[in-house]
């Protein structure tokens, strides 16, 4: 349903041009030609009333004359009459409109009077201002471009018109072809993540590349994204990568967050892998569709040049990649296999006269290696050897483009014979590239896109489990600060805050006079060696900047001291600044601790988003720092650890111990709970947090609140990705058993086989309208791997065993007003209530998510499940398009409201 009538654009029987025209150089005649010379075989009716035929076709002075209806029409006509247009496609059944035109603003009103013409029809616009639409399988091109495109298994999306036919042009004559060209225009309805739905499930598409420069509806976006990406590679380009950061931001985590961060956390977390330039793409799309996401892509280099090994391994550590180490068993095998003057390591210099059988005995040997996880072969053209002969030899060692299940990137430098070589390997279906920069850059492709499809796979409850976490604690001291006007904390209610969510602080004594200092630094002596004395004001933030942080002090006399310096300081600096007093800290020693910064900042397009590195004062300048969006769990928490350069120092380094990992991603999982528990939190520093083997302290922390969002309720809304919904379990006890009923997760893919094993073939063919036995992996993925925003599904487990019983189902539409559920209890169980518990828990999560109906298609002769449906207060009426299909909906409006 999230695509509604898009799918037309998959095998359209009938096109109509608005606007076709017969002067040549216009746009009317170029996109009317286009679809003529590309062979589309379907009807194309021409419409323009100034003329009689167009290109030989009958041309119709009115949509409504058509003879027929068209499955997708073009609009090439002045802006003001796109609006009329498109509502009299809508009243003839056209289901796609392609809007080439331009000039349809916000500003004019055109933009919005054209999608409330369509809005009727669920007529889906493209555009406008678009080049048009290609379906090479289809024989489509319905564009201006100024070349066609060959069929291929590689779908393109573009928000650039230029940007597509410039790749049209690259991949004609670099023999590669597409499933789908969409340019999308100004995405006044159909944007990437309609797209991207529709790619997911189109079988002609192997691989989806997009250029892209805004995501406007970033939910949506990544929602499809995450679902496209479990089942096929998405490689994107994002434009726009220096935008300046902020300039001033309340907290450092404000100013280190530039936007381009967040859409690199945004992508990885979708699955999808991001490249810089758009020669990579092709690249990228062709190493990552042949092989599966690798744990790890240690590299081993098979080369008859010492030098071209030496430039591969060079670009891979560029590329932040990991040379093999090769064991010893295998350096002796080489030794045995090879001359005397091999290289003896890796890359393994086989040298320039090597035959095709000692390339054979090379590769054969690494590919062995358990310390190899990716094999890279080099070949430089020689007088000694046939370059030919020797991919022959690696050729035939290849099965499916691996060698004993590990991917080979191949690399023949040079022209003449080189070129036949690569066509020996490409035939062989060997990955082959021009230079070995290229191939050491491929296998970051298959690293960083594994790390990718780790991440996306990842679906965090919204209550973390090993979260130790005081809600009432923290909105206590949010509704204070609100009550008082501020959306500061000072720094004591953002260390009791943090330490309520399982943060450790050092004890914090609150002196309103130098005296007070003086008393509590007394105390705090006698069971540490110095103290640290702060300023404690309501409106300074970077309390450092003008002298508020004294350190080091070992007396109660130079606790004071400072405590005078500090007001004397203040009054001539900030005379203007709120002033409570000071607070009085043990001063925390650890010599071989790292400063680390934990950091939380909103995004204006992916809201929340969590920052993690090195910390201290020069934060800003160490700039070591990245980006996650919550929520978290401990591997995700691992993940973004790993992405920072810090990350080498904690893992211990000389006579340092490594510190403690569980700790560092103990504090990062409480930092993404307090988000998902309040979305009022609008930038937050945990700085430094120091970290070592004994665990981690924070020393300074600084939340910012919205004061008006204090009372909103979690989890938080404005997060781009939904949490697991673990909230919505319950237990059920029926006539025969016990049953235990929760939200799908991704793992629970196999627990279908066992399931389905135990449904009847009537049963399936009563739920999926075909007499299928079973179910495509291809769907099971779909129908497992989730984004709770838009679907969900729960399963009825048997309480004792864990096994499968029944399944229900939800797809919402795009407007998240009305979705479609579907319902399947294991054959052996029916009849017992379980479908009835299932479908009663589904209403109540679909009434609790706003959504306003549901509704189900159901066979006419399903009298068991339409019966059911009827004693639930369903409406049941005979579909009124779908022969032998009754159609059940259930109106949520007065739905008791309530969540398990």
């Not at 290289?343 to 358990?370: F, K, L, M, Q, W």
């Not at 006890?733 to 196999?750: G, N, Q, T, W």
Request: glycine share 8%.
């Amino acid at each position: 349903m999230t695509i509604r009538n898009l799918d037309y654009v998959n095998h359209p029987k009938s096109m109509a041009v608005i606007g076709a025209s017969v002067r040549a150089g216009s746009v009317g005649h170029v996109v009317m030609r286009n679809i003529l010379d590309g062979g589309f075989e379907g009807q194309v009716w021409p419409v323009n009333p100034k003329y009689e035929q167009v290109s030989g076709r009958d041309c119709y002075s009115r949509i409504k004359d058509i003879p027929g209806v068209p499955d997708v029409a073009v609009i090439i006509t002045p802006p003001a009459t796109v609006p009329a247009l498109i509502g009299e496609l809508g009243e003839k059944g056209t289901r796609v409109a392609v809007v080439i035109t331009a000039g349809l603003t916000s500003e004019n009103g055109l933009r919005q009077a054209m999608l409330d013409a369509a809005k009727p029809f669920l007529l889906r616009i493209i555009g406008p201002n678009t080049v048009g639409l290609m379906v090479p399988p289809a024989k489509l091109n319905a564009s201006f471009a100024h070349m066609g495109a060959n069929p291929g298994g590689i779908a393109l999306v573009s928000q650039s018109g230029a940007i597509a036919t410039a790749l049209v042009d690259w991949a004609v004559d670099n023999h590669v072809g597409f499933s789908k060209i969409v340019s999308l225009g100004d995405m006044a309805d159909v944007d990437v993540g309609d797209c991207l739905d529709l790619l997911a499930g189109d079988a002609k598409t192997r691989a989806i590349l997009m250029y892209l420069e805004s995501i406007p509806n970033p939910r949506k976006f990544m929602s499809a994204a995450r679902a496209a990406a479990r089942l096929k590679p998405v490689i994107a380009i994002k434009s726009g990568r220096h935008t300046e950061a902020a300039k001033a931001a309340a907290t450092h985590t404000g100013a280190l967050s530039g936007a381009d961060r967040v859409i690199d956390a945004a992508l990885h977390r979708a699955g999808i892998l991001r490249v810089q330039g758009l020669a990579e793409l092709f690249d990228a799309a062709e190493t990552i569709a042949r092989f599966a996401p690798l744990e790890r892509a240690r590299t081993s280099i098979v080369t008859n040049g010492g030098g071209a090994g030496v430039l591969a391994v060079d670009r891979l550590m560029d590329c932040g990649g990991e040379l093999a180490v090769l064991t010893t068993a295998t350096i002796r095998g080489l030794d045995k296999l090879l001359l005397a003057n091999w290289s003896h390591a890796n890359p393994v210099d086989i040298i320039g006269d090597a035959t095709p059988e000692r390339y054979r005995a090379a590769v054969e040997a690494v590919a062995a290696d358990p310390e190899t996880d990716v094999i890279m072969v080099l070949n430089c053209p020689t007088g000694l050897a046939s370059p030919v002969e020797a991919a022959a030899a690696v050729a035939a060692l290849s099965k499916d483009g691996t060698i004993n299940g590990k991917p080979v990137l191949t690399c023949w430098l040079g022209e003449h014979t080189a070129r036949e070589g690569r066509r020996v390997l490409q035939e062989a279906g060997v990955t082959s590239y021009e230079t070995p920069a290229d191939a050491a850059v491929a296998v970051s492709y298959l690293s960083d896109w594994s790390r990718a499809q780790k991440a996306l796979m990842r679906v965090p409850p919204a209550r973390g489990e090993d979260v130790t976490a005081d809600r009432d604690a923290v909105a206590a001291i949010f509704r204070q600060a609100a009550k008082e006007g501020r959306g500061m904390l000072t720094e004591p209610e953002a260390k009791a805050a943090i330490a309520a969510y399982g943060i450790p602080v050092p004890e914090t004594v609150i002196a309103r006079s130098v005296e007070e200092v003086e008393m509590a630094a007394a105390r705090l002596l006698q069971s540490c060696e110095k103290v640290v004395v702060k300023l404690h004001s309501k409106t300074l933030t970077h309390k450092s900047d003008i002298g508020g942080v004294v350190l080091d002090l070992g007396t109660p006399a130079g606790a004071r001291e400072a405590a005078v310096g500090m007001t004397t300081r203040l009054k001539k600096i900030a005379p203007q600044a709120d002033m409570e007093g000071f607070v009085v800290q043990p001063m925390i020693v650890r010599s071989h601790a790292q400063e680390l910064i934990l950091g939380v900042s909103r995004d204006p397009i992916f809201g929340p988003v969590i920052l993690f590195g090195a910390g201290g004062v020069a934060v800003e300048v160490m700039d070591d720092t990245a980006i996650a969006l919550p929520p978290l769990d401990d591997v995700l928490a691992g993940d973004l650890i790993d992405r920072t350069r810090i990350a080498q120092l904690l893992a211990g380094f000389r006579d340092r111990k490594p510190a403690d990992r569980k700790a560092i991603c103990l504090a990062l999982n409480g930092l993404s709970q307090m988000i998902v528990d309040f979305p009022c939190i609008v930038a937050m520093d945990i700085n430094p947090l120091i970290a070592d083997s004994e665990g981690v302290m924070a020393l300074d922390a600084r939340i910012q609140i919205d004061p008006a969002d204090v009372e909103r309720p979690g989890p938080n809304p404005e997060m781009a990705i939904r949490p697991y919904p673990s909230g919505w379990t319950k237990d059920v006890v029926l006539a025969k058993a016990a049953f235990h009923l929760r939200p799908i997760r991704p793992a629970d893919i196999s627990l279908y086989p066992a399931f389905l094993a135990k449904v009847t073939a009537d049963d399936m063919r009563l739920r999926f309208f075909s007499k299928a036995k079973s179910i495509p992996h291809q769907l099971l993925l779909r129908l497992t791997q989730l984004d709770y925003n838009r679907d969900m599904a729960f399963l009825a487990l048997e309480k004792e065993s864990g096994v499968l019983a029944g399944i229900v189902r939800l797809s919402s539409d795009p407007d998240h007003q009305v979705a479609e559920y579907g319902l399947l209890v294991r054959s052996d169980l029916k009849g017992h209530g379980l479908g009835w518990a299932l479908l009663n828990h589904l209403v109540d999560y679909a009434a609790h998510d706003g959504l306003k109906r549901i509704e189900g298609i159901v066979l006419s002769e399903n009298e068991t499940m339409l019966t059911m449906c009827r004693e639930f207060g369903f409406s049941v009426l005979q579909h009124p398009s779908e022969q032998g299909m009754s159609l059940a909906a259930l109106e949520l409006a007065n739905r008791s409201l309530k969540q398990t």
